[in-house]
């Protein structure tokens, strides 16, 4: 069965820093999904990015950045130069092929990041 | 325009009472998902719907019970409510199974007192 580990439960930084927020998945497919998810205060979840297992080339978007490693087993993402804006739950997800998970998503426990003024 | 909209998106009720929630979704995707997310934030799937049929109906009371009038709503109705239901519930859409698109709504708060 899959699984998701966020094992940050909470990461609290200053303001422009650099931070990383680790996710490591299991699943016995080799064709899956991989997600990130903000929540941000207000409650709303929004979507970050979207990873298929076949495509392990790195990801750059603005201050976001993502590191795909298989044989690690992890989805890595990283805020640089962090802002106060950035405060909120992340979850990584994973959802296995189409044809045996009908595009359930399964969750991490979320990591709650603070960025501070 | 809002992609996934939920209704309401605060309901307080008491317990025992029947209650609903609606999603509709503009982006013409064929599959629709219910989620619960508890009180420690952790988000589990209840259910699944595309193109109108079930097709995920994960470990859920059938005090639940989800209704997909066409591709675009999906309801979802409770019964004889209960404290442990309170959480928050949100609906989502995707265009197939490979979670092109997976788009969320903004999130129903469900209070059962």
């Known amino acids: 069965a899959q699984k998701v580990t966020q094992a940050q439960t909470e990461i609290s930084v200053v303001e422009k820093e650099d931070v990383t927020l680790d996710c490591v998945y299991e699943?016995?497919?080799?064709?899956?999904?991989l997600f990130w998810y903000k929540q941000p205060p207000s409650g709303e979840l929004v979507f970050l990015i979207r990873?298929?297992?076949?495509?392990?080339q790195n990801e750059i978007s603005g201050r976001y950045s993502w590191n795909f490693q298989k044989s690690t087993s992890s989805f890595n993402f990283t805020i640089t130069a962090s802002q106060v804006v950035d405060s909120a739950v992340y979850f990584c997800?994973?959802?296995?092929?189409?044809?045996?998970?009908?595009?359930?998503?399964?969750f991490g426990q979320g990591t709650i990041l603070t960025v501070h003024p | 325009d809002t992609a996934v909209s939920q209704t309401p998106k605060y309901l307080v009720t008491q317990m025992g009472n029947d209650k609903s929630i609606k999603c509709e979704q503009n982006?013409?995707?064929?599959?629709m998902y219910w989620y619960k997310q508890d009180s420690k934030k952790f988000l589990k799937i209840m259910f699944s719907?595309?193109?109108?049929?079930?097709?995920i109906n994960e470990t859920v009371p059938n005090r639940f019970s989800p209704k997909s009038p066409d591709k675009a709503h999906l309801n979802l109705h409770i019964n004889s409510l209960e404290l442990g239901d309170s959480a928050v519930y949100f609906c989502?859409?995707?265009?197939?199974?490979?979670?092109?698109?997976?788009?969320f709504g903004s999130g129903t708060r469900l209070t059962v007192v």
């Open positions: 719907y595309n193109n109108k049929e079930l097709i």
């Open positions: 997800a994973l959802s296995e092929p189409p044809g045996t998970s009908y595009g359930k998503l399964t």
């Open positions: 699943t016995r497919d080799t064709t899956y999904y």
């Open positions: 990873r298929n297992s076949f495509d392990e």
């Open positions: 982006l013409g995707h064929d599959t």
């Open positions: 989502a859409s995707s265009q197939g199974f490979e979670g092109y698109g997976y788009t």
